[in-house]
């Protein structure tokens, strides 16, 4: 399993297309999860297209370290 985290504040940095690149990691079997750090709820829909797994929030990009083990749970639940 090839497991990508896209991380972002939920803001375009141009150029480009950030879907782009996504698709062609999901066409290559990359399982991608997406995160967003600080106030990205209102991105949510940008979200949910670059993922083909599963969408994390965290209130500020400092809490990134707890989530950690929320996403590994799900890339990895136990039996």
Do not use: W
């Amino acid at each position: 399993m090839q497991v990508i985290l896209i991380v972002t504040d939920g803001l375009q940095t141009p150029p480009g297309n950030p879907y782009k690149p996504a698709d062609k990691l999901k066409d290559r079997g990359f399982e991608i999860y997406s995160v967003g750090a600080g106030q990205v709820r209102d991105h949510y829909r940008e979200l949910e297209r670059l993922k083909n797994k599963d969408v994390f929030f965290v209130p500020e990009a400092r809490e990134l370290p707890k989530l950690i083990n929320q996403v590994a749970q799900s890339i990895c639940p136990s039996e």
